[in-house]
């Protein structure tokens, strides 16, 4: 069982980054495979980026890559999300996501979520 926490989103402006954090009130997150997810309204969750099990492998989604930096401190058992040179349409509610396999950019793959953060990025 694994209890995720969401923080770090806000308002920003284009251009400006932010890092989200997800931290795992219980569980060690080592023992899954990571994903940060967003979400807007009327449209269905997607995946921004995805890291293995033993963190050896990451994905992006294109519209993030090179921009977004997925990483995890597992003295810390939090996930990190680096969002540079944020854009509009950037802007939706993150999840962060844990699950039982070794690497996926599914949510069905995923069996524990976060409650999710808000970022909204203006022009």
């Known amino acids: 069982q694994v209890q995720l926490v969401e923080s770090g989103g806000g308002l920003v402006q284009a251009g400006d980054s932010l890092r989200l954090s997800c931290t795992a009130t219980?569980?060690?997150?080592?023992?899954?495979?990571m994903g940060w997810f967003r979400q807007t309204p009327g449209k269905e969750r997607i995946y921004v980026a995805a890291m293995s099990k033993k963190g050896g492998s990451t994905y992006y989604h294109n519209s993030v890559k090179g921009r977004f930096t997925i990483s995890r401190d597992s003295a810390k058992n939090v996930l990190y999300l680096q969002m540079n040179s944020l854009k509009p349409e950037d802007t939706a509610v993150y999840y962060c996501?844990?699950?039982?396999?070794?690497?996926?950019?599914?949510?069905?793959?995923?069996?524990?979520w976060g409650q999710g953060t808000q970022v909204t990025v203006s022009l």
């Open positions: 996501a844990a699950g039982s396999v070794t690497i996926s950019v599914m949510t069905s793959s995923y069996d524990y």
């Open positions: 219980s569980g060690t997150l080592s023992n899954y495979a």
